[in-house]
């Protein structure tokens, strides 16, 4: 069974910390996105990488930057978390092809930067 | 630019009967999938159903179906015979088939299923 792991469910931060979100999928796939989840406003693209090393933003990446530097694993990175970054983040994965395969989602982390 | 909306904030139905879930969209793309998503209270995003643009049938999984008007660009989702289980928030999505990194999401609607 396909399996998108997020190191955490819940986390609580500071503002001004540096924070590391970590996701590895085990299926093989090229494509890996972030998004983030607030009410009302449904899933939006933070960044996301269509092979190691690659990535690209997305609708809104202000504030934030990726890591991919193994195909499983894709690191989405607060480089000085502020309030207005509190949210639920999901990390979700897909191949490249063929096209119509869905997106396959974590369970999702729950952020609070205080 | 690519659109979805879902009108339908909340809703609410009996157990064992049917509802309908909204979903528009908006594309000058010719060629595009469709995806509903589940997402329980425990957070996790659970892939229901897909509907390609060019496909004839609309598409069923289980207890699940897709009424979808091309024309009318809609691609609304169908429960039958509600479940306790099945509350939950629900997304509609969207991609062009050319460019397998742009998925759009909806707002969501929550759905109640009551007793």
């Known amino acids: 069974d396909v399996k998108v792991t997020q190191s955490s469910r819940y986390l609580v931060k500071r503002t001004g910390e540096k924070v590391f979100l970590e996701c590895v999928q085990d299926?093989?796939?090229?494509?890996m996105f972030w998004y983030r989840q607030d009410p009302g406003l449904g899933l939006r693209l933070i960044y996301f990488?269509?092979?190691?090393?690659?990535?690209e933003k997305g609708d809104i990446p202000e504030g934030y930057s990726v890591s991919r530097e193994k195909k499983e694993r894709f690191s989405l990175i607060l480089e000085s978390a502020s309030t207005n970054q509190t949210s639920m983040y999901l990390c979700?994965?897909?191949?490249?092809?063929?096209?119509?395969?869905?997106?396959?989602f974590g369970d999702g982390t729950r952020l609070s930067i205080l | 630019a690519q659109k979805i909306t879902q009108t339908q904030p909340g809703m609410f139905v009996q157990e064992k009967e049917a509802v309908t879930l909204d979903c528009t969209y908006d594309?000058?793309?010719?060629?595009?999938?469709l995806f509903w998503y589940k997402q329980p209270s425990s957070g996790e995003m659970i892939f229901l159903i897909y509907?390609?643009?060019?496909?004839?049938q609309n598409a069923t999984e289980g207890r699940y179906s897709l009424n979808f008007q091309k024309a009318r660009k809609s691609a609304n989702l169908v429960i039958s015979a509600s479940q306790l289980g099945d509350s939950a928030m629900y997304f509609c999505?969207?991609?062009?088939?050319?460019?397998?990194?742009?998925?759009?999401f909806g707002a969501g609607t929550r759905l109640t299923v009551k007793p």
């Open positions: 979700a994965s897909s191949p490249q092809s063929p096209a119509n395969q869905p997106q396959h």
């Open positions: 299926m093989d796939h090229e494509n």
């Open positions: 990488s269509y092979d190691v090393k690659m990535k």
């Open positions: 594309t000058s793309d010719p060629s595009y999938g």
């Open positions: 509907q390609g643009s060019y496909d004839q």
């Open positions: 999505a969207m991609r062009d088939l050319y460019n397998n990194n742009d998925m759009r």
